[in-house]
T-cell receptor, first 113, second 114 residues
Framework: SQQGEEDPQALSIQEGENATMNCSYK?????LQWYRQNSGRGLVHLIL?????REKHSGRLRVTLDTSKKSSSLLITASRAADTASYFC?????????????FGSGTQLTVLP | SQTIHQWPATLVQPVGSPLSLECTVEGTSNPNLYWYRQAAGRGLQLLFY??????ISSEVPQNLSASRPQDRQFILSSKKLLLSDSGFYLCARAGRAGVNTEAFFGQGTRLTVV
């Protein structure tokens, strides 16, 4: 079964608006990562947040992690049409190794110009 | 460089035919390597991972196999393809520095079994 599950499954917003995607997971993690996938392409790593971190920023991206609720959110501010893609969270289990990188089912984000 | 070469980009194969997808990686030696499959509009399912030459672990029982004949080469194979093997196959690598490392992905192979 999937360790991470993204919510919503699909999100459509206007350019300039903020987009928020959520990820919930089931078991204790070492870290949580967010990836982006353009249609028909490979995944690109966006940001990694460790279990002892609560918030992390990278450009227009802001990631939060709440280990008590086993959830994370990805916020994209001032969205652009080029942000249209699928976004996935992935987890590395506590005590696991890099081989245990498990992905959720993703959120399809559409940014309308 | 963390470049991952994966080919072919697209492949159409008849049911019952063999399969061989190759992935080669650049960068640091002895990486962890992965094969994932992605069904249309879905997340990634981990099929195989390898922590070294000749070391393959399978996550799910299936019609596929994997091999790692060289440090930077990872091959996904099947002797007889099934319709259910259709999907988007992604090769990935992760660093050896510990668990807090990101994964790098190839561009994927779109396999259609007809």
């Amino acid at each position: 079964s999937q360790q991470g599950e993204e919510d919503p499954q699909a999100l459509s917003i206007q350019e300039g608006e903020n987009a928020t995607m959520n990820c919930s997971y089931k078991t204790s993690i070492n870290n949580l990562q967010w990836y982006r996938q353009n249609s028909g392409r490979g995944l690109v790593h966006l940001i990694l947040i460790r279990s002892n971190e609560r918030e992390k920023h990278s450009g227009r991206l802001r990631v939060t992690l709440d280990t008590s609720k086993k959830s994370s959110s990805l916020l994209i501010t001032a969205s652009r049409a080029a942000d249209t893609a699928s976004y996935f969270c992935a987890t590395v289990l506590l005590g696991g190794s890099a081989r245990q990188l498990t992905f959720g089912s993703g959120t399809q984000l559409t940014v309308l110009p | 460089s963390q470049t991952i070469h994966q080919w072919p980009a697209t492949l159409v194969q008849p049911v019952g035919s063999p399969l061989s997808l190759e992935c080669t990686v650049e960068g640091t030696s002895n990486p962890n390597l992965y094969w994932y499959r992605q069904a249309a509009g879905r997340g990634l399912q981990l099929l195989f991972y390898s922590v070294g030459i000749g070391q393959i672990s399978s996550e799910v029982p299936q019609n596929l196999s994997a091999s790692r004949p060289q440090d930077r080469q990872f091959i996904l194979s099947s002797k007889k393809l099934l319709l259910s093997d259709s999907g988007f196959y992604l090769c990935a690598r992760a660093g050896r520095a510990g668990v807090n490392t990101e994964a790098f992905f190839g561009q994927g192979t779109r396999l259609t079994v007809v």
